[in-house]
């Protein structure tokens, strides 16, 4: 591999978003050193002002043909700008949502928050398993002291917990990449020789390599088995990091595993059945998330096993292993973007009212402020799939992509999915709807306070709110916006 | 051939006890050194499986691993540490206030 300078500056000049992030970050290192008055309103500017920007630049280089950066570590491309999007959304919102909380007043916090995104748009370009390993680690290693940050007891635990299982899951990850490595002889996974080599091998370990490289990435967006931690860090981290932490990496690691299980698959070569793991892994996660929401009583955990349960309904678009089922993978994403920032944004203006600890204590706040309630009403029903929410409408795609692709192979694992899925949606109205029940349809107890809600906040929901109504009726809008991608790997 | 073939097994097997001590010991530390004993292992491939090829992809990668378990010790150590000034034991069985509540 020939690296001159000259494509070294080359490359450095498509990495402008990523390289105004590390900016802001180191920027925000020095702010958090140096000023001492107002430094959370002018860290919380900086780092809003740096995601606008980035969003702006990444916006304006759309459609723009693949380039390949580095001698190949990166490329870039409309699939990877279009999830780099999404993070700088996510961020966006995030530091919107936290500028009242008292954790959000290091500089750190914005730091880290700053270092994830630019983990994960790095892992979205990511080509080569160098790459993938240290923009992962880049986000892993941030997340597990973000999960930490509410500096009590319990998010300690939430962190060492978060911390020790997401370990184990990079450990195998990389005894995967070097399995891998020796048998296709390279690193760079869309290399044509990767392709070559594996599927002229026969050994199982190819198998075995892949699974474990899929684990780490698994892990990231917390499908079955390697859900453990998510209901025990969503339980203890502040609101605003769960809802990042819950879009932004989980995201990226979707991403990658488009990628890197397009590249195991070997464009259909491949002699292992792929499509079968992935839809045992989607179907695991959706019947373990939904049946495990059922009982909890604390929102944010039950939260948690939803979002296992999403993950599922995600993988099912991949586990077509079609274009349409991936252009449907990435409508469902902005959609699940949208409908679990309104709901944990919601949950976090609750909570600034008291402590928020079980679904009983939101008893009859719906009748005394009534628009936080009607949000959270909204978040929730798309969260559940219902119209009149995009929610309905990505759930309606992915599953007619699932249709197709069962019609078109008649593989029988697809159509357990489907109608497990089904099941399932109907499964997690009990839980999804517990919250509004409790919101619009129980009394305020006595002795309870009357709370009022903030300006800002809602304005924010507000705005959420009418785009996700806004794409249930018009969902052209993004799926043309989304087929232009062309993706080749 | 033959020493290629049991380095490789070497590496399986420092991978497998690395997971057994994962699995089996309590103290947060030891499984700490789990994880190392695992990365070690991917290392030993690497730079195995690159002595057979031309070019320096698995050695790098290789340092680039060791970097990556560097910096996983030291945040790992200071969650271990954070934890251990709430609950006084390192030991994850301990450190149960989150868990399922009926």
């Not at chain 1, 402008?16 to 925000?28: D, K, V």
């Not at chain 1, 990658?256 to 499509?275: M, R």
């Not at chain 1, 794409?471 to 232009?484: D, E, R, S």
Request: overall charge neutral.
């Amino acid at each position: 591999m020939e690296l001159r300078l000259t494509e070294i500056s080359d490359s450095a000049v498509n990495l402008l978003p990523e390289l105004i992030i590390t900016t802001s970050l180191i920027a925000s290192i020095i702010i958090g050193l140096i000023i001492t008055k107002n430094r959370q309103a002018i860290l919380h500017a900086l780092a809003l002002v740096t995601y606008l920007v980035t969003f702006l630049i990444v916006i304006q280089r759309w459609p723009s043909q693949p380039s390949s950066l580095f001698g190949g570590m990166l490329r870039l491309d409309d699939f990877s700008s279009f999830f780099k999007l999404l993070f700088l959304v996510g961020g966006f919102l995030t530091i919107l949502i936290s500028t009242k909380k008292k954790e959000a007043t290091a500089s750190e916090y914005i730091l880290l928050i700053n270092a994830i995104v630019l983990g994960s748009c790095l892992l979205s370009m990511s080509m080569h398993f160098v790459m993938v390993l240290l923009s992962i680690e880049l986000v892993s290693l941030s997340s597990y002291i973000l999960a930490g940050f509410g500096f009590d007891k319990k998010s300690s635990e939430g962190s060492l917990k978060y911390f020790l299982f997401g370990t184990v899951a990079t450990a195998c990850m990389i005894y995967g990449f070097s399995l891998i490595y020796g048998l296709s002889g390279t690193l760079d996974f869309s290399a044509s020789q990767f392709v070559s080599t594996l599927s002229n091998s026969s050994s199982t370990l190819v198998l075995i390599g892949s699974f474990l490289i899929l684990a780490g990435f698994l892990f990231k967006i917390t499908a079955v088995p390697f859900h453990l931690w998510a209901p025990d860090v969503y339980e203890s981290a502040p609101t605003p990091i769960v809802a990042f932490l819950s879009i932004v990496p989980k995201l990226a690691g979707l991403a990658i595993l488009v990628k890197v299980v397009l590249a195991v698959n070997l464009f259909g070569q491949s002699g292992y059945p792929w499509q079968t793991i992935i839809s045992v892994i989607a179907l695991a996660s959706i019947v373990v998330g939904n049946l495990s929401a059922l009982p909890q009583t604390n929102p944010k955990r039950m939260l948690a096993y939803s979002s296992v349960a999403q993950s599922g309904f995600l993988l099912i678009g991949l586990a077509t292993l079609s274009m349409e089922g991936i252009h449907f993978l990435m409508f469902y994403s902005v959609i699940f973007l949208l409908m679990n920032f309104l709901v944990f944004s919601t949950l976090n203006q609750y909570e600034h009212e008291g402590e928020m600890l079980t679904v009983d204590s939101f008893a009859g706040l719906g009748r005394v402020s009534f628009f936080p309630a009607f949000s959270m009403l909204i978040g929730m029903v798309a969260l559940t799939g219902l119209p009149p929410t995009a929610g309905f409408t990505a759930k309606l795609l992915i599953f007619s992509s699932l249709w197709a692709s069962y019609a078109e192979t008649s593989t029988g694992i697809l159509l357990i999915l489907f109608v497990t899925g089904l099941i399932a949606t109907v499964v997690s109205l009990f839980f999804y709807l517990k919250i509004p029940y409790f919101l619009f349809l129980k009394e305020v107890p006595a002795n309870s306070v009357p709370t009022k809600s903030s300006g800002s906040g809602n304005v924010l929901h507000l705005i959420l709110v009418i785009v996700l109504i806004y794409l249930f009726i018009q969902p052209g809008v993004l799926m043309g916006w989304i087929n232009q991608i062309t993706f080749v790997l | 051939m033959a020493k290629i073939d049991l380095l490789f097994y070497l590496g399986a097997f420092l991978f497998c006890s690395g997971l057994l001590i994962v699995f089996t010991k309590k103290n947060a530390i030891m499984i700490l050194l789990g994880i190392e004993l695992m990365l070690n292992a991917a290392n030993l491939n690497l730079v195995l499986f690159n002595s057979q090829k031309t070019g320096l992809e698995g050695q790098l990668f290789a340092l680039f691993v060791i970097i990556v378990a560097v910096c996983e010790a030291a945040v790992g150590i200071a969650i271990i540490l954070k934890t251990y000034h709430y609950y006084h034991t390192s030991v994850p069985d301990q450190i149960s206030e989150l868990k399922e509540k009926p």
